[in-house]
């Protein structure tokens, strides 16, 4: 069987982390071999990285560099985790993935979209989701939603304008037909039960699921 490769996308806070949790559980409960990961980090080295990219004492820090730092992450995170993982036959799912480059650094950063996906191209080595699960929640709803007492990290802490073009690139990224925009406004158990129906198709393709 081959294998298949899901991201979750979306603006900070839009609950993507737990759908991809509910939805591993959901197949581990189907007895289908799961790698759960997330970016930046997923290893080692990318780890390390994600320390560096999300420190919220750095100020001075280049957008170059920061989408430079986010595609040297997703390179090795391709190579170590992503790669071995789909090769083999398995299920990846992954809290984000070039899509947020290009959102956050194409748009939020305003690289350019085109400039960003050069940059990730070369790292992925050709390995791009089947298919992406965008949430579409706005960034103001969710981070009036967030724990007042949670300490934000260098991304978070950007001002709202910087989250509207990000959410704004993420809604012009979701017309691609690999993307699947899931209005995630309802609570998190009935979100989880449009995107189960929403990538049941896909499953049964990928011989996942009967």
């Not at 309802?186 to 189960?196: A, P, R």
Request: hydrophobic share 40%; glycine share 8%.
């Amino acid at each position: 069987m081959a294998g298949l490769f899901i991201a979750f996308e979306g603006a900070d806070g839009c609950g993507k982390s737990t759908q991809l949790r509910f939805m591993a559980e959901f197949l581990r409960e189907q007895g289908v071999d799961v790698v759960s990961t997330r970016e930046p980090g997923g290893c080692p080295v990318s780890e390390r990285i994600r320390d560096i990219v999300l420190d919220r004492d750095i100020e001075d820090m280049s957008a170059q560099t920061e989408a430079l730092l986010y595609a040297a992450a997703r390179a090795q995170h391709v190579y170590e985790i992503i790669k071995p993982a789909v090769d083999a036959g398995r299920v990846v799912l992954c809290d984000r993935f070039m899509y947020s480059s290009l959102a956050y650094q194409g748009y939020g950063r305003q690289l350019g979209v085109d400039e960003v996906r050069a940059i990730n191209e070369f790292a992925i080595m050709g390995y791009m989701p089947d298919i992406t699960v965008f949430m579409n929640f706005s960034p103001e709803r969710a981070f009036g939603r967030m724990n007042e007492l949670k300490e934000y990290d260098r991304i978070e802490k950007e001002d709202m304008s910087f989250h509207e073009r990000v959410f704004e690139g993420f809604q012009k990224l979701a017309k691609s037909p690999d993307i699947l925009a899931i209005d995630a406004n309802g609570t998190k158990f009935e979100t989880h039960e449009v995107i189960k129906r929403a990538l049941m198709p896909t499953f049964k393709q990928a011989g996942i699921l009967d």
